[in-house]
């Protein structure tokens, strides 16, 4: 299979005729390692087609495809454990399937991660009620993981028993292959044509600490790898895949199409509600018939003024509204995502008029994307209201977000998170992100880790806390502070015993060790 063409795409707002042609392709062709990457800059349409796409052929109860949509945009999902089992779970409610050999998997990871610990918390740990089943007490009460007989196939039941003796981590990293052996036998039982997994915004998996570039996404092509001819997947990126840096096969394996700008009679095509020619043609103009700058021009057509060029569309869109909702704006530009919560805490504390109608004609604008109950703002659209920001503005929306999510770490009780288990890892992802962008001390985000360590090791909240000690450890190590080294690396040490890395622990307690033993005199 050669490297397929550029494709320009007729448009993902009005004639899509060449771009569901590919998709189309995409589905009759079963041939191995299917990936279809849609790649292109901020604005191009990328999130629209691939909503186009999952609304006419994938949501219809009778679709003949079975599909699952992972968006990068959550943070938490950039671990491989979450992801997977994000997915699992998705398609699980989704067609009432068992992932069988999956959670079996997964039961035995959590049994060798929290077997030997004095801290099982069960009940607040993700997706405990997909293992608690395969549970068995023994006579002294403790419980055990039996591989049930006549219920696996042999090569699985084989696999599965092997994971016993490995590493957590090693178990880890082989969860994919237990989703993909569920997944295609999900798609033989209920008789689904095809399978497509979506990967949404998957370029953001670049901010995810590995010892290559080639390690940030290698579960993914070995999912793809393993899934061979039995699953399609649809990759949304910013940039051209490069994966044949990592391995020349994929050179001729992906499929990469390039979303591009309107032509300019589909430009006009979608400004037909405006009746000043003046006006559309200024907008076709300035927006070089980028549809996120077409957009921005619809909003702003009651102004007067005609656009010469894309700040114009951006003036315009700010005349058009309330000051209140520009207000707004200027500091959701600064999250990463928001909810309603977060609209009402902004609305409070910078005691902004907004009622019930303005809030919905915000959640309308095409520049921000809804997923699940979080709302995300187009970065094109970010960057472009951040240069007409004021240092002191970007200081008090930063400030602002990161109280917001350390309000909320401090109202983290357990019933909150039995109902929610996954809240202490998202929660911190947030907080951790904006400490960092308003404090650059590194001693004062070793001692925040600390403090939250503390506050909820009870709840098997472990690895979020190892990820960000191993971001910081270099620059610690470089300052030679062997006060503070001996708190992250006896952190580090605990933390792994908990989960089950014991040769890790053992590791950083030799560290510990070391830097208390006393230094010889020099004569």
């Known amino acids: 299979m050669s490297e397929a063409k550029i494709y320009q795409f007729t448009t993902p707002y009005i004639d899509r005729k060449v771009a569901e042609g590919i998709f189309r392709e995409l589905l009759q062709t079963k041939e ?57 779970k998705e398609l699980q409610n989704r067609y009432n399937f068992n992932f069988s050999t999956l959670w079996k998997a997964y039961a035995i990871l959590w049994h060798k991660r929290y077997q030997k610990s004095p801290l099982i918390y069960a009940n607040d740990l993700p997706y405990i009620e997909e293992i608690k089943k395969l549970f068995k007490i023994d006579k002294k009460g403790h419980p055990i993981i039996e591989i049930v007989k006549g219920f696996f196939k042999d090569s699985i039941k084989k696999e599965l028993e092997a994971l016993k003796s490995l590493d957590t981590k090693e178990i880890e990293n082989r969860l994919h292959k237990f989703f993909i052996n569920d997944l295609k036998e ?70 990469s199409y390039q979303m591009k700008p309107f032509v300019r009679r589909e430009a006009t095509l979608f400004l037909n509600s405006i009746d000043n020619m003046a006006l559309k043609e200024g907008i076709i103009i300035s927006s070089g018939t980028l549809p996120f700058w077409l957009s921005i021009g619809k909003y702003g057509i009651n102004t007067v003024k005609t656009p010469t060029v894309k700040k114009d569309l951006i003036d315009n869109f700010i005349a058009s509204q309330k000051e209140e909702v520009v207000k707004l704006l200027h500091i959701l530009i600064h999250t990463r995502f928001f909810n309603i919560d977060m ?58 977000i990161f109280g917001y999510f350390e309000n909320l770490l401090h109202s983290l009780d357990k019933e909150i998170i039995m109902a929610t288990p996954s809240i202490v890892d998202e929660v911190i992802e947030e907080a951790w992100y904006y400490l960092r962008k308003i404090n650059h001390n590194i001693i004062d985000h070793l001692e925040w880790l600390n403090y939250y360590v503390d506050r909820f090791f009870m709840y098997a909240a ?32 605990g933390l792994y015993e908990s989960i089950g890395e014991y040769e890790l622990s053992k590791e950083y307690y030799k560290r510990v060790v070391s830097l208390n033993r006393p230094k010889k005199l020099i004569a």
């Not at 999130?47 to 938490?76: A, C, G, P, Q, W």
């Not at 005691?351 to 959640?363: A, F, G, P, R, V």
Request: charged share 25%.
């Open 32 to 88: 191995a390692y299917r990936v279809f990457n849609i790649y292109g800059d901020i604005g191009t349409g990328k999130s629209r087609f691939v909503s186009h796409i999952i609304n006419k052929y994938l949501n219809d109860k009778k679709s003949k495809f079975l599909y699952v949509k992972l968006d990068f945009e959550n943070r938490v999902l950039h671990s491989q454990k979450s992801a997977i089992l994000a997915m699992a």
């Open 186 to 255: 999900l798609v033989k039982q209920k008789g689904f044509k095809d399978a497509i997994i979506i990967f949404e915004n998957y370029h953001l998996l670049e901010e995810v600490n590995a010892s290559t570039p080639c390690m940030r996404d290698l579960w993914v092509r070995d999912m793809i790898a393993l899934a061979n001819k039995d699953a399609a997947f649809i990759i949304t990126t910013r940039d051209k895949l490069n994966w044949q840096q990592c391995n020349i096969v994929w050179k001729s394996a992906l499929k």
């Open 343 to 400: 609209l009402n805490k902004i609305k409070h504390k910078f005691e902004l008029n907004l009622n019930s109608s303005d809030i919905n004609n915000l959640l309308s604008f095409d520049f921000i994307k809804k997923n699940g109950n979080r709302y995300i703002l187009d970065e094109l659209f970010k960057e472009e209201f951040l240069k007409i920001q004021t240092e002191n503005q970007i200081k008090e929306a930063t400030t602002f």
């Open 462 to 493: 472990w690895e979020p806390f190892i990820d960000r000690y191993l971001q910081i450890a270099p620059t610690i190590e470089k300052l030679n502070d062997t006060e503070h080294l001996i708190t992250l690396y006896n952190n580090l040490a």
